[in-house]
């Protein structure tokens, strides 16, 4: 591949685009620009670069071995000036995931932090669950989330960092006509027989199945399987009370028409949750993120356990697990 003397930045982040996505339509959606365009822009670069970036047939498309030389490349240099204009407080937005409308950890650590950093820009974004998030902060899609960081795949983790923001008690939404459901909290023992939904076959979620098969085993309680992934409220709500299952969720998280939510309790289990992002970012919008969640967890306890507080050994920082 020939030196080339210089290097727009926009033709890098189109070749990135296409790169990471290999179709460029989906690239173009991405970077907001017409088809043509983003053609244009690879088209220039490879001239620039003096090679031939991509394969392209009627079906496919694929990096050539100079496109795989150049992506890290790009990616170090596209990092590199968003520092540069961080530093001059022309700071990109930070794209902040918090999993689903309905929870609240996430957001209140959000508006903590558009309140100590209001020159930046935190923009929300919903993508329902920790390990779909993290494939899109890999991609640089996303910046941060939140979630159960330990409940990643390794391949994930390695490329992430996080910092531990909470322990939050776990729940259940049980159909108004439940048994279960005139009971203000809901002992782990009353849903021995019961087959609850955890998102099993859910592929943006499967830390959130895991962490309920760890606190179900041995306690005569089944995982519901795989049903259609339910978008939207009316559907959700819609299934389930089609099959009348109960669903594992937060305490906070908002109760939907004709169901009600419950503490579970005896043990008291806990959803481990982390502010996560991708490692190697910098943006001072991470750093005020970085600095409201260590202090409502601070301010709030979040990360004190009651006595009878149970977590998964895979997920305790503190070597106190009550598994």
């Known amino acids: 591949m020939p030196s080339p003397s210089s290097v ?75 520092d540069l204009l961080a530093a001059f407080g022309q700071a990109r937005p930070l794209l902040v995931d918090l999993n689903s409308p309905g929870l609240g950890t996430g957001r209140r650590v959000l508006e903590r932090a558009r309140a100590l950093a209001p020159d930046c820009e935190l923009m929300a974004r919903y993508e329902s669950g920790l390990t779909g998030a993290a494939a899109e902060m890999i991609a640089g899609r996303l910046d941060a989330s939140f979630g159960r960081f330990a409940g990643l795949d390794p391949a994930l983790r390695a490329a992430l960092d996080h910092q531990p923001v909470r322990h939050e008690p776990m729940a259940v939404i049980l159909p108004e006509a439940h048994p279960l459901a005139a009971r203000e909290v809901v002992p782990l023992a009353a849903l021995a027989g019961e087959t609850v939904y955890a998102g099993a076959g859910n592929p943006r979620t499967p830390e959130w199945t895991d962490l309920a098969g760890l606190l179900f085993e041995g306690r005569g309680i089944r995982i519901a399987p795989p049903a259609p992934l339910a978008v939207g409220e009316e559907e959700f709500q819609r299934l389930m009370a089609k099959t009348g299952h109960p669903v594992l969720a937060v305490v906070g998280f908002p109760a939907l028409p004709g169901t009600v939510v419950r503490p579970l309790v005896d043990p008291v289990p806990l959803s ?49 697990s009550h598994d």
């Open 272 to 320: 481990p949750v982390s502010l996560v992002w991708r490692r190697g970012l910098t943006h001072p919008a991470l750093d005020a993120l970085r600095s409201a969640a260590a202090r409502l967890t601070a301010e709030e306890g979040w990360l004190r356990r009651p006595p009878d507080g149970w977590i998964p050994a895979v997920d305790d920082v503190t070597g106190m």
């Open 8 to 82: 727009d930045p926009r033709l890098l982040r189109a070749f990135v685009a296409v790169a990471e996505e290999l179709h460029f339509t989906r690239a173009a959606t991405r970077l907001y620009i017409a088809q043509q365009a983003l053609s244009r822009d690879v088209r220039r670069l490879e001239r620039d670069l003096g090679t031939e970036l991509f394969l392209r047939t009627t079906r496919q498309v694929a990096l050539t071995p100079d496109g795989e030389r150049l992506l890290p490349l790009a990616r170090r240099v596209l990092q590199a000036q968003d």
